[in-house]
């Protein structure tokens, strides 16, 4: 069971919003950076977010996170039938001295 | 285009060895950490082992500690897993990806190569 907690899973329709949280505590989302990631099964996992609310140039601004104490949110504006996928949230967590992601949200549009 | 390629997955009697290769190309090797991240069957991402970018600091998750050996040569812009002692739940799905953020944002990622432990 991984220490930052994401909901299974997740459904909405074309067009909708979804926000995925991510939990964690002080020594890992607490005191660093989040970063999101959409997986695809069999491919490669693709980089949404960086350091809490960034987005690397090529991702769309339909994408967004934030991060409030201990948790973080991935947003998903406008959603399309491409956005069914698994979304992690990773972090370094300072006490453990390990990289960790979250157990992962399966994403549902329908 | 900036890449990453790995190679020398397949399938391993338990306690065997393998050793995994990642290929970069695109960008300076040498200026990033890189890591290894694998996600067995049914099962989400998981963090496996990480180089800094001269090769002088590594981390490894608890359950490959003192089995798995992470290295890299910056001349041949190429990172390595030495996996021994291989046991069944090292089977998974295995990716490296480059560190280009703090607090190891992983910006780049290969397709990934398959490794099973079987009997």
């Known amino acids: 069971q991984s220490v930052l907690t994401q909901p299974p899973s997740m459904s909405a329709a074309p067009g909708q919003k979804v926000t995925i949280s991510c939990s964690g505590s002080?020594?890992?989302?607490?005191?660093?950076?989040v970063s999101w990631y959409q997986h695809l099964p069999g491919t490669a996992p693709k980089l949404l977010i960086y350091?809490?609310?960034k987005r690397p140039s090529r991702i769309p601004d339909r994408f967004s996170g934030s991060k409030s104490g201990t948790s973080a949110t991935l947003g998903i504006t406008g959603l399309q039938t491409g956005d069914e996928a698994d979304y992690y949230c990773?972090?370094?967590?300072?006490?453990?001295?390990?990289?960790?992601f979250g157990g992962g949200t399966k994403l549902t549009v329908l | 285009e900036v890449q990453l390629v790995e190679s020398g997955g397949g399938v391993v009697r338990p306690g065997g060895s393998l050793r995994l290769s990642c290929a970069a190309s695109?960008?300076?090797?040498?200026?990033?950490?890189m890591t290894w991240v694998r996600q067995a069957p049914g099962k989400g991402l998981e963090w496996v082992s990480t180089?800094?970018?001269?090769?002088?600091?590594?981390g490894y998750t608890d359950s490959v500690k003192g089995r798995f050996t992470i290295s890299r040569d910056n001349a041949k812009h190429s990172l390595y897993l030495q996996m021994d002692s291989l046991r069944v739940e090292d089977t998974a799905f295995y990716f490296c990806?480059?560190?280009?953020?703090?607090?190891?944002?992983?910006?780049?990622w290969g397709q990934g190569t398959t490794v099973t432990v079987s009997s």
């Open positions: 990806a480059r560190v280009g953020y703090t607090n190891y944002g992983m910006d780049v």
């Open positions: 695109g960008f300076s090797f040498g200026d990033y950490g």
């Open positions: 990773g972090t370094w967590d300072s006490s453990l001295n390990v990289v960790m």
């Open positions: 002080s020594s890992n989302i607490g005191n660093n950076y």
């Open positions: 350091e809490n609310d």
């Open positions: 180089i800094n970018w001269n090769g002088v600091s590594t």
